[in-house]
C-alpha cells in the first residue's frame, strides 16, 4: 500500500483504502445506493468532490453525499479523529486503521480461559505497527 498522504485531496484517489471507497457511512445510503453510485462511475470520494451529480441520481441525496464526504474529508486532512469518529458510525471504524497506524496501538491480553474466578492472566502484549 502506498504511504498515506494528509496534504492534498488527490490523496483519495491514490490510497486503495476502503474508507475512502465507501458511502455507507453517509445517512440515507446504503449498500443499494453505493451499488448504484458505483455503476454510475462513482466509485470514491475523489469522484464524488470532482464529478457532478449523474443524472440518474437524486440531486438532494447528491448534496447529503457531497457534504458528508467534504466534512469527512476536511477531518482527515487535520486527523481529527473525534470528528471522524462522529461522521463515521462505529461499525465502520475499522476502515480509518490505514490512515491512522502510525497513531494506533494493539492490545492483547491472554488468559488461561477457565472461569472468571479462577482464570489468570498469561500475556499482556502490546503493538504500536513497527
Known amino acids: 500500500m502506498k ?27 446504503g449498500v443499494k445506493t453505493e451499488t448504484t453510485l458505483n455503476e454510475l462511475g462513482i466509485n470514491c470520494w475523489d469522484d464524488v468532490i470532482k464529478k457532478q451529480c449523474p443524472e440518474l441520481f437524486p440531486k438532494q441525496k447528491w448534496h447529503v453525499l457531497w457534504n458528508s464526504v467534504n466534512s469527512a474529508i476536511e477531518a482527515l486532512k487535520i486527523r481529527d479523529v473525534s470528528q471522524l469518529t462522529s461522521i463515521i458510525p462505529k461499525i465502520q471504524h475499522w476502515k480509518m486503521i490505514p490512515n491512522f497506524i502510525d497513531r ?27
Do not use: Q
Open 3 to 29: 504511504g498515506i498522504k494528509i496534504a492534498d485531496a488527490d490523496m483519495f484517489s491514490e490510497v486503495n483504502c476502503p474508507l475512502f471507497n465507501s458511502f455507507t457511512f453517509v445517512k440515507g445510503i
Open 104 to 130: 494506533i496501538a494493539y492490545l492483547d491480553i491472554e488468559t488461561t480461559g477457565l472461569s472468571p474466578r479462577y482464570s489468570h492472566i498469561t500475556t499482556i502484549a502490546v503493538y504500536d505497527g513497527t
